[in-house]
């Protein structure tokens, strides 16, 4: 099972990035796929997750209303369109794929919100 990530950089505060995981090695309507991200000195958060086979989706409070997840089937690929970004949202953002039977994680990939 791989998940890649990608998608971070550097942006200022204000402006918008887009994070995609393309999930290989699954099947990927059994999986719900999210990101988590975890800055320097704080605790790992859930940002944001779609299910995969119903498209039910879950934000954290800190990020609803500014960034929005979609799933996309055909290609196995989940993006995060992060919108408004603050200083605070600086962070490696990790994709993550849970099903009742396994948990797998991707490689990071930073995002840097300037203010």
């Known amino acids: 099972v791989q998940l890649q990530a990608s998608g971070g950089g550097l942006v200022q505060a204000g402006g918008s990035l887009r994070l995609s995981c393309a999930a290989s090695?699954?099947?990927?309507?059994?999986?719900?796929i999210g990101w988590i991200r975890q800055a320097p000195g704080k605790e790992r958060e859930v940002v944001s997750c779609i299910s995969s086979s119903d498209r039910t989706t879950y934000y954290s409070d800190s990020v609803k209303g500014r960034f929005t997840i979609s799933s996309d089937s055909a290609k196995n690929t989940v993006n995060l369109q992060m919108d408004s970004l603050k200083p605070e949202d600086t962070a490696v953002y990790y994709c993550n794929a849970l099903s009742t039977r396994a948990a797998y994680w991707g490689q990071g990939t930073l995002v840097t919100v300037s203010s």
């Open positions: 090695g699954l099947t990927f309507d059994d999986y719900a």
